[in-house]
T-cell receptor, first 112, second 110 residues
């Protein structure tokens, strides 16, 4: 069964460093998402991406964040200058034309 | 008032029990209602979703939506230890972003 994959599974970085989180969505899906989950809190929407552009973003998704689909398979989230409060699980999700979103296993980002 | 409220539990039941998990919401614009299961440090796994008021059944799981009360439920019949996880409700209004509840932690003991 096809699934969303994410790399790395765990990333440790120092405050102020740039990180890139990578995702490979399910191959025939058209819509791509990033969510995050701070430990003990709810899953929060960051951004959605369709047809090579951002279609929706939350207040969390400020100028420090960017997304890209550099080729036909990868979907990336870049955090330009990480802060301690960026420590969280980051989930990529994708969906076909219907509303159901399928999530990857997540990348645990630890900012020290 | 939070958009989506979900009692975090924990909820502990014996194997074979019927489990009822619930969420309330405040925004009548929500159109799709989803239930996800999340194991510790893993990604949410979609269980089922509904569009309108009423019931939807899939095996041991039944999702129920009452739009007039802004209340959704997930029932698990004949619960198993493998059902032990955190259950997240999520909803979509305009656009496609999922708005999640905080999740209810369920423990099924054998």
């Amino acid at each position: 069964e096809p699934e969303v994959t994410q790399t790395p599974s765990h990333q440790v970085t120092q405050m102020g460093q740039e990180v890139i989180l990578r995702c490979v969505p399910i191959s025939n899906h058209l819509y791509f998402y990033w969510y995050r989950q701070i430990l003990g809190q709810k899953v929060e929407f960051l951004v959605s991406f369709y047809n090579n552009e951002i279609s929706e973003k939350s207040e969390i998704f400020d100028d420090q964040f960017s997304v890209e689909r550099p080729d036909g398979s990868n979907f990336t989230l870049k955090i330009r200058s990480t802060k301690l409060e960026d420590s969280a699980m980051y989930f990529c999700a994708s969906r076909p034309t219907g509303p159901e979103q399928y999530f990857g296993p997540g990348t645990r980002l630890t900012v020290t | 008032q939070k958009e989506v409220e979900q009692d975090p539990g924990p909820l502990s039941v014996p194997e074979g029990a019927i489990v009822s998990l619930n969420c309330t919401y405040s925004n009548s614009a929500f159109q799709y209602f989803m239930w996800y299961r999340q194991y510790s440090r893993k990604g949410p796994e979609l269980l089922m979703y509904t569009y309108s008021s009423g019931n939807k059944e899939d095996g041991r799981f039944t999702a129920q939506v009452d739009k007039s009360s802004k209340y959704i439920s997930l029932f698990i019949r004949d619960s198993q230890p493998s059902d032990s996880a955190t259950y997240l409700c999520a909803m979509i209004r305009a656009g496609t972003a999922l708005i999640f509840g905080k999740g209810t932690t369920l423990s099924v003991s054998s």
